[in-house]
């Protein structure tokens, strides 16, 4: 056969095999698996991320009586010393319990398990029951009319039997007695716990008013297994630093 003859041959051989040679390319490509880094970074500016996993702890109750408290700040145990921007407060101790109370105020103590923290100057100054600031009362407590203490008391904030003067005006002009005639044997208006110190106090709040129609609100924290029981009876902003700076013994 001449050179013109395997010329010839050779073309119609490739002219056969071009078909077949493109089907196995496009077979190879078909079983090719697609760039996993190319998908995800293309559909990565779409999707929406994962959310974070949170920790969670399992539910607990409202506690009765008074546990440490783990709720926020608030409760955690006062620091020894004042935080930046706030003056430091003296720190005294009443029948084993300690807090910080206002430089300008003292301790009046009522025998060894009672006591009020007030203003050194407290003459003129709305007072109940001979305190004119933060009352503290501790081993046997006494509540409505001299019965035990106990949380959401009718007029638990109200010891005496008798009638006692108002907070403001006892003897206003012409004489007459301005005597506290309202919510001393009223149910709380607002009950539930409150933290005292790193503790959970039983809390209520009581309404009360007098003859002259001054009204005020006594507030109690009481804290059974402790045996102790704070009152304020008119509401002074120095209370809850107060509360919150409490240390209990042991």
């Not at 490509?29 to 293309?42: G, K, Q, W």
């Not at 399992?58 to 700040?73: I, L, M, V, Y």
């Not at 110190?197 to 924290?221: E, H, I, L, T």
Request: proline share 12%; charged share 15%.
């Amino acid at each position: 056969m001449g050179l013109t003859g395997l010329t010839g041959l050779t073309g119609l051989i490739g002219r056969r095999l071009l078909p077949v040679v493109g089907l196995v390319a496009l077979g190879a490509a078909a079983c090719t698996p697609a760039d996993p880094h190319a998908s995800a970074s293309a559909a990565g500016s779409s999707a929406p991320p994962a959310p974070s996993a949170v920790a969670s702890s399992p539910a607990t109750g409202a506690p009765a009586t008074e546990p440490p408290s783990t709720a926020g700040p608030a409760t955690a145990s006062p620091a020894t010393t004042a935080p930046a921007g706030r003056p430091s407060w003296p720190r005294v101790t009443v029948a084993g319990l300690s807090f910080e109370i206002p430089p300008s105020w003292h301790i009046v103590r009522f025998g060894t398990d009672q006591a009020c923290a007030q203003p050194v100057q407290s003459a003129g100054l709305p007072a109940v029951f001979g305190c004119a600031g933060l009352a503290v009362k501790t081993g046997s407590i006494r509540g409505s009319e001299q019965r035990p203490y106990q949380a959401d008391q009718n007029g638990g904030w109200y010891t005496a039997t008798d009638v006692q003067p108002c907070p403001v005006d006892t003897a206003p002009p012409g004489g007459d007695f301005n005597g506290i005639r309202f919510g001393a044997g009223s149910r709380p208006v607002e009950t539930g716990l409150r933290p005292v110190g790193n503790r959970k106090a039983d809390y209520d709040r009581w309404q009360a008013g007098c003859d002259s129609g001054y009204s005020f609100s006594p507030q109690g924290w009481y804290l059974p297994l402790s045996r102790v029981l704070f009152l304020d009876y008119i509401g002074h902003p120095e209370t809850a630093r107060i509360l919150g700076s409490v240390r209990f013994p042991g």
